[in-house]
């Protein structure tokens, strides 16, 4: 099998599991949260963004590596034809996102899995992810530096903010009551951020390379899904507060 056979068949995969994926996050986001169908389909969606997500470490690994034999379709693309741009983008940019999505996926489920155990949220696994993602996120940042890429350099601040906030939660010894649940909706709405932002950037490489980079269009799923989390943060732990103003008065 040749070089670009290989990535092809990432491709393949990564698309095969992606594109339901993409779908199925919505199944949870807008039905009624704890539901069997909640359920099923938020199982199905960290299954298929772990699969989605590990091809696309292999796939940005194969751009490092050799950003012209992966991607030889866009040295006929003004803006990308330079192979230190594709392993900017398409190759360290991709790992950050990848490594941030597996981060955010499983430490989403993990803090739904382990709501009534919360010390197992440190266990190993979980913790080298944090560390993962902290190199990765600075990694990208120094490369978009190299390149003059300020976008990586935006994009990576991303990950400093996921790490920032999954350590905060997990290395506390008493978090509240409903913590679990405002970590597992910020995870999982994060992954979708993450993948959506992926799909925009580089499938737009495909059909209007002129705006793969353009900042209004990485906007669009970071603007939405952080109204998404705010908004189902605040509906789950309405309840709370309103029991704590009752106590209040």
Not at 147 to 166: D, E, H, L, W, Y
Request: glycine share 8%; with cysteine; charged share 10%.
């Amino acid at each position: 099998m040749s070089y670009l056979h290989l990535f092809e068949t990432f491709i393949l995969i990564h698309i095969i599991f992606g594109a339901p994926g993409l779908i199925s996050f919505w199944v949870p986001v807008i039905g009624k949260k704890g539901s069997r169908i909640h359920k099923l389909w938020g199982k199905a969606f960290v299954g298929m963004m772990l699969v989605t997500a590990s091809c696309a470490v292999a796939m940005s690994t194969m751009s490092i590596i050799d950003p012209v034999a992966s991607h030889p379709e866009l040295m006929h693309i003004e803006e990308f034809a330079d192979p230190v741009l594709i392993r900017g983008i398409f190759g360290w940019m991709m790992l950050y996102l990848a490594i941030l999505t597996i981060n955010l996926t499983w430490y989403g489920w993990l803090c739904i899995r382990n709501r009534e155990h919360h010390a197992r949220n440190r266990n190993w696994f979980n913790m080298a992810l944090q560390v993962i993602l902290f190199v990765a996120s600075a990694n990208c940042a120094i490369q978009g530096v190299l390149i003059s890429q300020p976008m990586m350099i935006g994009i990576s601040m991303v990950g400093f903010a996921t790490v920032g906030t999954n350590l905060w939660f997990m290395l506390r010894t008493a978090p509240g009551p409903l913590e679990w649940l405002t970590e597992h909706i910020k995870a999982l709405v994060g992954t979708g951020i993450s993948v959506y932002t992926a799909f925009f950037a580089f499938g737009a490489v495909r059909f209007i390379p002129e705006l793969a980079l353009a900042p209004a269009l990485w906007a669009i799923p970071l603007v939405t899904g952080l109204t998404l989390i705010i908004y189902h943060q605040r509906q789950v732990t309405r309840p709370l507060r309103r029991a704590r103003a009752v106590r209040a008065t």
